[in-house]
C-alpha cells in the first residue's frame, strides 16, 4: 500500500499523513455518528484535561479549559467498527509494522470546543501501555480541518528513535515529558484537512495546542499493534482489547478452563 518514499519517511520521522484512506462517504457518516454519540452522552462525565504541574502560566491562568472524550467508541455505534476493519487503513498498518497480524488495543474520541479546547502536553504514549517491541501506532482520523488555532497536532518528527523517555508526570494515571526539552512552541504541527489520517509510533512525542479559535476540532483515535508484541506491564485495559483486526493472534488463549479469564 505504501511506497518507498512513505515508507523511509515514515521510518525517519515516526510519522505519516495520509489521504483517501477513507471515502468522504464514510467520513460524513462517522463525523455524524460521532456528534450524535457525544450529544447522547453530554450528561455523562467526559471532562479529559490533561492532569499535572506541566502547564505554562498563560494555561494555567485559564483553568476554564475543556477537552471532552468518549473511549471505545466500536461500543457504541457501529460505524466506528466499520472504520476499525477498514481494508486499506489495516494494509497500510500492516506496511509501518511489518505484520498483518493486528490487534485492537483501544479507540477514543476527542472533542475540542471552539475557544475554550484545553492543550494536551508533550508525551508519549509508551507510558501509558508499554510494549516489548514497541509496535503499537496511533491511526489519527481527523473530522475537522485543524490547525494551531483550532487546537492540532503537534510532534516532534524523529523522537521515536529516542527510545521511552523520562515520564515527567507527576499525578497517577497522567504521564509527559519534559516540556523544557520538548516545548509545543518549538514543535512541528501537523495541519490537516478533514478526512485526513496521521499514523504515527507511540514512542513519538507529540501534543496538541489549544483551541482558540470558533472551530470545533473532532478527531477519532484507534490505537492497534502487532499480534506478535507483548505487554511490558497490564494497564489500560480497555473493551474489546486484543480483538483481531487483521490475520490471526497465535497467542490467543483457548483453554476451556480459562475462558473467563482476561488474556
Known sequence: ML??????????????VLDEVYSSGEIYECSSEYDKVFELKQN????????????????ASSPSTQVLSIHSLQN????????????????IVAD???TKDILL???????????????????????????????LVAVFIHLDDTNMENGGLAVYPGSHKLGPLEDKGDISGWHYVDQDKFPI???????????????????????????????????????????????LRETHRSPCQGMVLSGRNPHAEASIKKRHETS
Open 76 to 91: 457504541h455505534a457501529a460505524i466506528f467498527t466499520k472504520m476499525l476493519l477498514k481494508d486499506t487503513l489495516l494494509e
Open 44 to 59: 455523562s462525565d467526559l471532562e479529559a484535561t490533561w492532569k499535572g504541574n506541566w502547564t505554562t502560566a498563560d494555561a
Open 3 to 16: 511506497s518507498e518514499s512513505q515508507l523511509k519517511f515514515y521510518s525517519e520521522n515516526g510519522y505519516l
Open 185 to 231: 512552541d518549538k514543535a512541528t504541527p501537523v495541519n490537516a484537512r478533514r478526512g485526513q489520517v496521521v499514523i504515527f509510533s507511540y514512542l513519538l512525542v507529540h501534543g496538541s495546542f489549544p483551541n482558540t479559535s470558533d472551530r470545533v476540532r473532532r478527531m477519532l483515535l484507534f490505537q492497534m499493534m502487532s499480534a506478535h508484541d507483548e505487554k
Open 105 to 135: 488495543h483501544h479507540t477514543k474520541a476527542h472533542l475540542k470546543p471552539p475557544g475554550k479546547g484545553s492543550p494536551f502536553p508533550m508525551h508519549q504514549d509508551y507510558q501509558y501501555f508499554p510494549y516489548k517491541n514497541d509496535s
Open 96 to 98: 509501518l509494522i511489518g
